[in-house]
């Protein structure tokens, strides 16, 4: 049981970090249209950032704000340069130029940063772990991540449902012409959605440093599984990617745990396990097969 | 008219000697990972094979060579393409480099069938060892097998009776847990494959802890073993579960990045930094000379990989178009590597020692690979006998 409930916080955890992400790619594809594979190239540059200045001062709290201010402005910048040039353009436009974004930050992540990884030790005061229930033990830090992503779930639901900002950015998503026609400033708009989401990646990438490797491409290991999240949740539905999110962590974390036992039942071991991989694996596209032959457009599609 | 004539054949006799002259320096076609997280091992293969290169200003073997380096970026398709390119634009007969074996597996076969030589400066997998083994494929570092199978005799010597194994679902990842259960004599509690892209192990640390093992097996190289550590350590899992791993999950990269958690971890391996032979000194002066980062065995690897093609190239005077000589000078394996005891065994794969490291706390404070035993002798592997050569 205190295993069945690790492995649920673990599915959990992972769908918070999966969250973060997959919301700014949501805002950005679903209210702007633009597919931006460089997504995955904001999170690692705000790994980056923030690793290094937490190691610079040795203070892991000073790396936040670096990240957030150092994907914020790789994110405005993307835009002003490249994306802002592609919203009327296809979609295999966007791919292009946003795929080629994620090679040129990689080779310039490499100039700079070279090609080990970074690491940046865990807080004092988040390190260790604690025993939630008798037998259960959890790190600190991946609950802190699990607080932080669901104070951000909070605070956007809040921003896009309750201010005006979020209002226009509702109207914008459905009627780009007509909040344009209002007197609304859509492209200003545009940058700042563009900002929020890069600034929801580099808060995960530097979250995510000290659990896993500040590395070189870690963007595109985690970009595939987020657009994933994109899809089953709805394109452009915050509310969609949250579900979503922890739908699939909950799905790939227990798919992992339990299927190759499960499948041990029935095979011999090494078969079992080399099958039990391979299908949990593949777990979240045959999901989202799944989801896109019931609900086509996503679980959580924005009512208009 | 006639001028113009003229310009037009001397240019293009230009364009004919030209090459001519630039073939003078043996070409070595080398196809190496270079970019994501497993960027650094591919790096280090190049740097060391290139550190050798340097101590001879830019020969091997007293002959001049050009290295041309492109990176796979760990796709089977992507070496495949380069190394098509390598032999029909490029000329190239000698190639090496490759990191990954599934890189390998879609490769090799290509180079070896068109005539050209591979040593390989890494990836050693089991088919390209038995069935399908090649005159002209030479392993330098080992067998996929032999890296765990000493793992395997170590964590036997050290008195475990149970072990939890994981590794990659992958053709390495496969060879590394049947290589370690073959000389592993306790009982297996658990054995789990992990995604080659994973970035979280947080549901396998939960399936280790409730198993209760002696100890851990895992096989994660570069990025990979970096976050696997890691996690193990934030999970309060070091403490409390021992490890016995093989040196591609354990190499001076992923020390440094782990630091301090990494202590007490055992190693086994067939080099290490403190070897003391008068190769490995060399190699070890040049390198911190040269580079400022940890060495890795990938260095080293890369480094002996060009001793021993200039070891055939010494032999041959540079000949390679005669390549039944170039083989059998290969084949003797002629250089002081920098691991010690060296040769090739009927396969052409490496049959060597393997040592017992341990992680300590260094002199300066900073955790260190020290060598602290032997582990297998003269060790070569499983699948010689099923080569026919």
């Not at chain 1, 993307?78 to 919203?87: S, T």
């Not at chain 1, 739908?247 to 227990?254: A, E, F």
Request: proline residues 4%.
């Amino acid at each position: 049981m205190t295993l069945f409930l690790e492995q649920l916080l673990n599915g959990v955890q992972f769908g918070i970090m999966l969250f973060l992400l997959a919301a700014g790619l949501t805002l950005i594809f679903g209210i702007m249209g633009v597919i931006n594979l460089a997504h995955g190239s904001i999170y690692m540059i705000g790994a980056y950032a923030g690793t290094w200045v937490a190691a610079r001062t040795g203070s892991f709290w000073l790396g936040i704000p670096a990240a957030l201010a150092a994907a914020a402005f790789a994110g405005l910048a993307i835009e002003f340069l490249v994306v802002r040039r592609l919203y009327g353009r296809d979609h295999l436009d966007q791919v292009l130029a946003t795929f080629g974004l994620i090679l040129i930050f990689n080779q310039a992540v490499t100039m700079i940063f070279g090609r080990q990884p970074l690491f940046v030790a865990i807080p004092s005061l988040l390190d260790g772990s604690v025993e939630l229930l008798p037998g259960l033990v959890y790190p600190v830090y991946r609950l802190a991540i699990i607080a932080v992503g669901l104070l951000v779930a909070v605070g956007l639901y809040l921003l896009i449902n309750r201010t005006r900002i979020g209002m226009l950015v509702r109207a914008g998503s459905t009627n780009r012409e007509m909040v344009r026609a209002l007197g609304v400033d859509v492209r200003l708009l545009y940058t700042l959605v563009f900002g929020l989401g890069a600034l929801l990646a580099g808060l995960a990438g530097f979250m995510a440093g000290p659990i896993l490797a500040v590395q070189v491409g870690m963007g595109e290991q985690i970009l595939i599984t987020t657009f994933v999240v994109v899809v089953i949740g709805g394109v452009g539905s915050i509310r969609g990617a949250f579900f979503a999110s922890l739908i699939l962590g909950v799905v790939d974390t227990g798919l992992r745990a339990y299927l190759p036992g499960l499948l041990r039942h029935v095979m011999v071991g090494p078969d079992a396990d080399a099958l039990g991989a391979g299908i949990s694996s593949m777990g979240i596209y045959l999901l989202m097969a799944i989801v896109l032959l019931i609900r086509p457009k996503g679980l959580f599609i924005r009512n208009s | 008219m006639s001028f113009k004539r003229a310009l037009l054949a001397l240019s293009i006799s230009a364009l004919t000697v030209l090459p001519a002259a630039a073939a003078d320096a043996v070409k070595i076609g080398m196809i190496t990972t270079l970019s994501g997280p497993a960027g650094y091992l591919g790096q280090d293969v190049r740097d060391g094979f290139k550190l050798a290169m340097a101590l001879e200003g830019g020969k091997l073997g007293g002959v001049p060579v050009d290295l041309v380096v492109e990176d796979d970026g760990l796709k089977p398709g992507q070496g495949k393409q380069i190394a098509e390119r390598f032999l029909s634009e490029d000329g190239i007969k000698l190639f090496t480099g490759i990191v990954f074996s599934n890189v390998a597996g879609a490769t090799v076969p290509d180079i070896v069938d068109a005539g050209a030589f591979y040593l390989s400066p890494n990836a050693g997998p089991s088919n390209l060892a038995g069935k399908e083994c090649n005159k002209n494929y030479f392993v330098v570092s080992w067998q996929n097998d032999s890296l765990h199978e000493s793992a395997g005799q170590l964590a036997t010597n050290l008195g475990y009776k149970t072990a939890f194994v994981l590794a990659p679902n992958y053709q390495a990842g496969k060879d590394a847990l049947a290589g370690f259960k073959r000389y592993f004599k306790g009982q297996i509690v658990g054995e789990v494959y992990t995604r080659l892209d994973q970035t979280d192990f947080a549901a396998e640390l939960a399936q280790v802890r409730a198993a209760k093992p002696e100890v851990v097996f895992q096989f994660h190289p570069g990025g990979l073993g970096i976050t696997f550590l890691r996690q193990y350590e934030q999970a309060g899992l070091m403490k409390e579960i021992p490890m016995v791993v093989a040196e591609p999950s354990m190499d001076g990269v992923t020390l440094a990045a782990v630091g301090d958690a990494a202590i007490g971890i055992n190693v086994s391996a067939h080099w290490n930094s403190d070897f003391d032979n008068p190769a490995n000194k060399t190699f070890m002066d040049a390198w911190n000379k040269t580079y400022n980062r940890p060495v890795t065995y990938y260095a080293s690897q890369g480094y002996d990989t060009a001793l021993a093609y200039a070891s055939a190239l010494k032999a041959t005077g540079g000949n390679i178009d005669d390549a039944d000589a170039f083989r059998a000078a290969l084949r003797k394996a002629d250089f002081h590597s920098v691991r010690g005891k060296f040769s090739f065994g009927p396969n052409q794969h490496p049959i060597q020692d393997w040592y017992a490291l341990k992680v300590e706390k260094g002199a300066d404070g900073k955790p260190v690979i020290k060598t602290v035993g032997e582990v297998l002798k003269d060790h070569g592997d499983a699948y010689s006998a099923e080569c026919k050569m």
